[in-house]
């Protein structure tokens, strides 16, 4: 699997679950324990214009205002968020997204790749969260997975230094790689609303 596709092929399930959400479940619990679906759908929609323009080497602010507080969920959010989605994917589609460095919402230069491995992890754990928010099941090829798998392993303690992850959920190494991955980012992949 070529970079250009990693996005594309972690966001189908995404918005697929986007469109099944229905009105009625915003206020559901997620199994990030920070987010209900609202919150969660708001976090997409704050950093999703920062993680397309990652793509196309722009350093694009997020909103003004503290993301826990602002509420970018109108009426249309899920057409929005499906919006972004896929300017995201559109994004990091051209081979030149993965190569050299990029920006992430800041100064700070960090290797395209990386970035690239990022994106695709928030978009496959996110949508896990909200699929099992409001009772759905989304589907991975298991070699996207092993791809998330490596990134989030390489990733995590520091993705927990910085508040990104919670504290690591033992998983069996026999377990499925969706649920090594959960375990990783400090997901329970037992979860169920």
Sequence with gaps: ????????????????????????????????????????????????PSLAGAGRKETVPPPAGDPTELD???????????????????AWAEPAAWAGTTHMAGPTELPAALVGGMVV?????????????TGQRPDWDGELLGYVHDEVGRTAE???QMGVYGPE?????????????LGLVGRDPGWRR
């Design 1 to 48: 699997m070529s970079d250009p596709q990693l996005v594309a092929r972690a966001a189908a399930p995404l918005v697929e679950i986007i469109r099944h959400v229905e009105p009625g479940q915003l206020d559901s619990p997620t199994p990030c324990a920070e987010y209900d679906v609202r919150k969660l759908v708001n976090h997409l929609l704050f950093w999703g």
């Design 72 to 90: 970018l969920t109108g009426p249309d959010w899920a057409a929005a968020l499906t919006a972004q989605v896929q300017r995201i994917v559109a």
């Design 121 to 133: 992890s928030e978009l496959v754990v996110h949508a896990w969260d909200l699929a099992q928010a």
């Design 158 to 160: 520091q993705g927990r």
């Design 169 to 181: 959920v033992e998983v069996p190494e026999t377990a499925p790689t969706l649920d090594r991955i």
